[in-house]
């Protein structure tokens, strides 16, 4: 073998395993590492490769791949714990292109194959969201399915009941007996903004763009759980459909779909031919900004049904439509301060403040900077001219200096060595990329340890939101926890917007808080590492305050889910001569610092529980709940460890481990039973 030959091979080898990558993070994970247009940039230069030396696909049977019984067309998006549905018709991907020549070479391929001046078109959005597939039966939705292999999917109908536009009853117009529509599950910009916006104020990474939030909310095993996040749809194809001659062309069966009722697309363009088609593509592209869903290109298709059969597909795309990609909008602006947030842990996070520029069809004038070390592996300076990218169209962010245009007199940006709130010297740790403020009396981290504090997921205190404790703390009312517990209907009423009922409202809801279980104090005191799963496993080992604040390192360590770090942490907190004293105020205060040991609650004590499947009679909150509250554990995989696993439907891989592990197996039916038993 030639020294290039042995060289494309071996390249082609590696562009496999990256590409494979790819796409489990994106499918699988959604949770994608490279952008689009890097991603469709190795996808084409595997597919040249692939016609050049390996036509035959001769070089799957090395790898992973090789271990399915159904060859995969697309990235697989396909979970053990869902059952799988073979699609009626595939669910193929299209080919994409960036460029206006790849397009026009498009349709010179087709009308070559129909031997024709022009051809049809229809031209549509194409919706950056999740591919769903709808089975009708007699008008009945009967199934949805996610894309899966292309050719088989997981069936995820629970999960989008919830969907207030989801048409699940189309009988009454008649449609065909069996029909699939395919169609995109999508977030909306407002819907993601105000997650985000929430995990923001918990100082929770955040989201990185609303199609692989809706990915993953629609893969929760827990329905109720996915209905918290408003999820919308649009449909758009046909899959199978019997008679297959009830429609002759993509825009009748558009027409069909809108004089059903049912969510469509609002830009569809008919067109004689592909110059006209270009016009709408351009014209999309000034539109797409004013649409509920993120679109990041136009996808073009024959529009006769019978060209489109006779066109047929490759073993990857058909060959009647291609998606054409809008590059991702930048916008050179110039970056005129940069200023510093302040988190409930000291973390200290740069802001970009910039002149204000139009960007995905918003104003942008802020974007986050990330680190110390982000500013400094990009040269950032004050007075920068910057290209600014929204990543998903939703976040801004700095992509890169334009050198050229940077001032003579132009230095480099120093970040402080002194909190920019209170003043304190900046500390770093090692193996940390952030840089903190170590004083507990700064204001700003005080104000965000209360917030998270009174938050849903911690103490759940109604009426206690981020203006109120602004409030508080300007005042000096309020500087730290314990203080919450003292204050009075006169200090409340000296509050802005503050009447005796509102005021008596949150006075009301503080009482109520004391109840609360005990890991959601410990999760609410903000111990650096400590989120609720580790509260859990605190309050469940030691079973009261006192007996965690007094635990020697080595007994911290020696509990299941805490490791080294995270027993340093607590260790530390609880031996801090601050933290100390306002655990005992809280205590004199009347919060609950004990866990119950009632003969029921030691019923289930040492026994470890794996929930799988869609529950239908509880939420997978609601059932770890009730084995928590009985002295059990819930562990997120199946492990010899495992007492028992608790399956609802379409229970997969996690049911057939238990099984061959011999772990005993309960519905919800036995679980309920085995409860009610103890309670005796």
């Known amino acids: 073998m030639k020294k290039e030959e042995s060289e494309s091979l071996e390249r082609l080898r590696e562009l496999k395993k990256i590409v494979r990558r790819h796409d489990e993070s994106y499918y699988r994970l959604s949770n994608p590492s490279i952008s689009d247009q890097a991603y469709d940039l190795l996808k084409k230069e595997l597919d040249a490769l692939e016609q050049e030396i390996d036509p035959l696909g001769l070089l799957d049977q090395e790898s992973d791949r090789e271990e399915s019984d159904t060859p995969i067309h697309v990235g697989d998006d396909r979970l053990d714990s869902f059952q799988s549905h073979k699609h009626r018709a595939p669910m193929l991907s299209l080919d994409n292109t960036y460029d206006k020549e790849e397009f026009f070479e498009f349709d010179q391929r087709l009308r070559k194959i129909f031997d024709c001046a022009t051809l049809p ?28 292999n292309g050719v088989e999917g997981d069936i995820v109908t629970q999960n989008l009941y919830h969907i207030e536009n989801l048409p699940t009853d189309l009988s009454s117009f008649h449609p065909p007996p069996l029909i699939e529509i395919r169609g995109e599950i999508f977030m909306s910009h407002q819907e993601f903004c105000r997650i985000n ?121 058909p060959r009647w439509a291609i998606a054409y990609k809008f590059e991702s909008e930048r916008q050179e602006t110039l970056l005129e301060d940069i200023i510093f947030q302040v988190g409930r842990t000291g973390t200290i996070t740069p802001v970009a403040c910039l002149q204000p520029v139009q960007l995905a069809g918003t104003i942008v004038s802020r974007a986050s900077l990330h680190n110390a070390d982000e500013i400094a592996r990009k040269d950032i300076r004050i007075g920068d001219h910057v290209m600014v990218e929204k990543a998903g169209e939703i976040i801004p962010q700095v992509i890169e200096v334009i050198f050229e245009k940077r001032k003579t007199d132009s230095t480099p940006f120093n970040f402080p060595n002194h909190c920019p709130a209170c003043g304190a010297q900046l500390i770093r740790v090692d193996g940390e990329a952030a840089w903190r403020c170590p004083s507990l009396e700064c204001t700003n981290q005080i104000m965000a340890r209360l917030e998270y504090f009174a938050s849903r997921g911690c103490m759940d205190i109604e009426n206690l939101g981020e203006s109120v404790i602004k409030q508080l703390v300007d005042k000096k009312i309020v500087s730290k926890i314990s203080d919450l517990y003292q204050l009075t209907m006169e200090q409340l009423l000296s509050l802005e917007g503050f009447a005796e009922k509102s005021a008596r409202n949150l006075l009301e809801a503080l009482e109520i808080s004391k109840k609360q279980d005990l890991w959601r104090l410990l999760s609410g005191l903000g111990i650096k590492h400590v989120g609720s799963a580790a509260a859990k496993d605190l309050a469940r080992n030691f079973y009261s305050l006192e007996k965690i604040s007094s635990s020697s390192l080595e007994e911290l360590i020696a509990i299941d889910g805490i490791g080294d770090i995270m027993a340093q942490s607590i260790f530390s907190f609880f031996n801090s001569e601050v933290s100390r004293s306002e655990i005992e105020k809280l205590v004199e205060f009347g919060l609950q610092t004990e866990v119950s040991l009632s003969n029921q609650a030691l019923f289930l004590q040492d026994k470890t529980f794996v929930l799988t499947g869609s529950l239908v009679r509880y939420t997978r909150d609601e059932a770890s709940a009730k084995i928590e509250a009985c002295g059990g554990k819930v562990s997120s995989s199946v492990s010899k460890k495992t007492s028992y696993l608790l399956a609802g439907p379409g229970a997969g891989s996690k049911l057939a481990k238990a099984e061959s592990l011999g772990i005993e197996i309960l519905s919800e039916e036995q679980f309920e039973k085995l409860l009610d038993s103890k309670g005796r």
């Not at 089975?135 to 899966?148: E, F, M, P, V």
């Not at 999309?284 to 290109?297: F, I, S």
């Not at 006769?304 to 059969?309: H, V």
């Open 121 to 148: 078109y229809v031209v549509e959005p194409k919706i950056d969201g999740v591919a769903i597939s709808l089975t009708y039966i007699d008008g009945k939705l009967s199934l949805a399915t996610t894309r899966g």
């Open 197 to 317: 916006e929430e995990r923001e104020r918990l100082e929770l990474s955040l989201y990185a763009n609303p199609r692989n939030l809706a990915a993953g909310t629609v893969k929760l095993l827990d329905p109720k759980e996915s209905k918290k996040r408003k999820l919308e749809i649009v449909l758009y194809g046909l899959g199978a459909c019997e008679p297959n001659t009830y429609f002759s062309k993509q825009s009748s069966f558009h027409q069909a779909l809108k004089n059903w009722g049912a969510p469509i697309v609002e830009f569809l363009k008919s067109v004689s031919n592909a110059d006209e088609a270009w016009e709408s593509i351009l014209e999309l592209d000034q539109l797409r900004h004013q649409y509920a869903y993120p679109t990041d290109g136009a996808v073009i298709k024959l529009d006769s049904l019978e060209m489109q059969a006779r066109a047929g597909a490759t073993s990857k795309a």
